[in-house]
């Protein structure tokens, strides 16, 4: 199976509305898992998160209900209605139980969920992995691993049986099989197409075959077996270009061409529409945005007044960069439509100094979706080393990421070389190491936006420090190796559970407790 990440389903996306994507999307997907299992009808879902990770404290505001239900109801990461959620649930009648049990979870983000309608049982075991991705790691008792880039169908069969098994596999086209033996004995198949209702009703007609449900991927990408790529980190790609001297942002289109086993030209055009979603979220956010349930008013606004009658002090770049982040960070926290770049939590970090720094030197807009393809490719990088995920690595692994993709990309936009970038992206990833995560009363606003804007202009600065030829010294891959380990090192209580830091001062839990009433 391929688990090489991708450049838009590990990094720049999902398209998305809520706070957070490893809480709020990532939660969504899940729940649309769940709604497949359950073929579409949900009639009660009993949730159980574990005090020793980091829902029990963050899933209500967060967004990991928001997400959660709205998966229940078949909804997109992107839907309207993820706004109203509240309604929307009641109105379905689904009845849902939230517990507080120690069930030996493994990670953070761990969801233990049993779903019953009037003829089925399932239980589902999931992790948010961070950005958004996710992986459902037990279904009815029975270890497996489903990432939602595939069409999976399960199969629920009375006895073990070989020539089933030989049979199912000959008639799906399954690119990978697995007996599943929990409280209930079923097949996983994994195809990369839908296998299509003639099939499933000639399996539904085997006396050996109780039940044959289908699970959609919720990927915009999907994945497939023994994908040759042509490198999977920074030291392979250096090793693959030596006699191509292709840019790094030719060098993203082969990645994620062979990755997600579409064209160059789909790759290209599919930035070029994320790019779009960007700006739609800095126009919206400097328009002005109002939603009651949040903790920061709209900002950008007033600096943007400020900016334009010249009483700011700062460069024209920083000032233009600061703008932009807090822009999209006001959009993400009213309930706009914005792309998570590494993650919801960090949006601004990439779009916000990379869209201005386009804007300051060429304002074209190919130029730009280059330049967001290196983001998206030293993402890549880093998640296949390290974690996107706070609750396992801190903010480091949100803003600090965020602030190497943006400093590879806006040192292309100043005309450096593929090893400027890299060393752009080593220096920015270097000065983030021990961020820690404590949102205010929980929420991820504050200090979220004012390390969003740290992370810009420490990208804009390492670009800055890298054309001018300063020493990175040690080479990216080993950088994200390091990252990696400092930032799991940090306490449990500084990394995205709203136990420590400002999470836990008077005031932060004041607010906490002023919007828990609305």
Not at 16 to 40: E, F, N, T
Not at 84 to 92: F, G, R
Not at 319 to 339: Q, W
Not at 390 to 397: L, R, S, W
Request: net charge negative; proline share 4%; with cysteine.
């Amino acid at each position: 199976m391929n688990n090489q990440p991708s450049i838009f389903n590990d990094v720049i996306g999902p398209v998305m509305r809520g706070p957070s994507s490893s809480h709020c999307a990532a939660a969504l997907r899940i729940g649309r898992i769940a709604r497949d299992l359950m073929q579409s009808q949900i009639n009660e879902a009993c949730i159980k998160y574990d005090p020793n990770g980091s829902l029990v404290t963050t899933h209500e505001l967060q967004g990991s209900d928001m997400g959660l239900y709205s998966g229940f109801l078949g909804y997109e990461t992107d839907s309207p209605e993820l706004i109203t959620y509240k309604d929307e649930i009641a109105k379905s009648g689904i009845k849902i139980d939230v517990k507080y049990e120690a069930f030996g979870a493994l990670h953070p983000n761990t969801y233990n969920i049993e779903l019953r309608n009037t003829n089925h049982t399932h239980t589902l075991v999931a992790v948010s992995t961070g950005g958004g991705m996710i992986e459902i790691i037990n279904i009815d008792g029975a270890p497996l691993s489903i990432d939602g880039g595939y069409y999976e169908t399960l199969i629920y069969i009375i006895n073990e049986n070989p020539s089933l098994i030989e049979k199912i596999t000959q008639l799906t086209g399954a690119e990978e099989i697995l007996l599943c033996k929990g409280s209930k004995l079923f097949i996983e198949i994994k195809t990369i197409h839908p296998v299509n209702d003639e099939i499933i009703n000639k399996l539904k007609t085997e006396t050996n075959i109780e039940n044959v449900i289908r699970i959609n991927p919720v990927m915009p990408v999907l994945s497939g077996m023994n994908i040759s790529l042509p490198f999977t980190d920074c030291e392979g790609m250096l090793e693959y270009n030596k006699d191509k001297n292709l840019s790094l942002w030719q060098l993203a289109l082969e990645y994620e061409s062979a990755r997600g086993m579409i064209s160059k030209d789909e790759v290209f055009e599919k930035m070029r529409n994320i790019v779009n979603i960007m700006y739609a979220s800095i126009k919206n956010g400097l328009q002005g945005s109002e939603y009651k349930d949040r903790i920061l008013p709209a900002q950008s606004p007033k600096y943007k007044k400020l900016l334009e009658a010249g009483k700011l002090p700062g460069g024209d770049l920083l000032n233009l960069t600061i703008m932009y982040v807090t822009a999209i960070m006001e959009s993400k926290s009213s309930m706009g439509v914005i792309v998570a770049a590494p993650t919801a939590g960090s949006c601004g970090s990439v779009a916000g100094p990379v869209i201005a720094a386009s804007q300051y030197f060429f304002d074209d807009e190919d130029t730009l979706v280059r330049a967001m393809l290196i983001a998206g490719l030293i993402g890549v990088f880093i998640a296949s080393r390290s974690t996107f995920a706070a609750e396992d690595a801190g903010c480091q692994a949100e803003c600090g990421s965020g602030s190497g993709m943006a400093a590879a990309a806006i040192t292309f936009l100043y005309g450096g070389t593929v090893e400027q970038s890299l060393a752009a992206a080593s220096l920015a990833l270097q000065n983030c190491f021990g961020m820690t995560c404590d949102p205010i009363a929980g929420r991820v606003e504050a200090p979220c936006l004012g390390k969003n804007i740290l992370a810009a202009v420490n990208a804009i600065t390492c670009s800055n420090m890298a054309i001018a030829g300063y020493k990175h010294l040690i080479p990216l891959d080993e950088v994200i190796d390091a990252f990696d380990k400092a930032g799991r090192s940090l306490p449990r209580e500084l990394r995205c559970t709203a136990l420590g830091g400002l999470s836990v001062t008077k005031t932060s839990k004041e607010i906490e407790k002023r919007i828990m009433v609305h």
